[in-house]
């Protein structure tokens, strides 16, 4: 979140509704797909709790190489 407000100039507030908007849709979407996972049984929840981490991973090795690849430097020192 600070990573995404320091890149913005204008119309913070409104970037942070959103970003807080998303967070909030994704958590109500994933509840109930996560409650019929532990309903069929452990395996399967522990299975959708490994895909999604590796899918995390994946997105966040990628956004890094990206990153490093761009040559742009980011600040994290807010």
């Given amino acids: 979140m600070s990573i995404a407000m320091s ?3 204008t119309a913070v ?3 942070v509704a959103v970003l807080g908007a998303f967070q909030l ?6 509840t ?21 981490s590796l ?5 966040t090795a ?6 490093a690849r761009s040559g742009r430097v980011v600040a994290m020192n807010h």
């Fill in 25 to 30: 849709g994704v958590a109500g979407l994933a």
């Fill in 62 to 67: 990628a956004c890094a190489y990206r990153s």
């Fill in 55 to 59: 899918v995390v991973v994946v997105l």
């Fill in 32 to 52: 109930p797909i996560a409650g019929q996972m532990v309903a069929n049984g452990a395996g399967v929840w522990l299975t959708l709790l490994m895909s999604i």
């Fill in 13 to 15: 507030g409104a970037s």
């Fill in 7 to 9: 890149a913005r100039d």
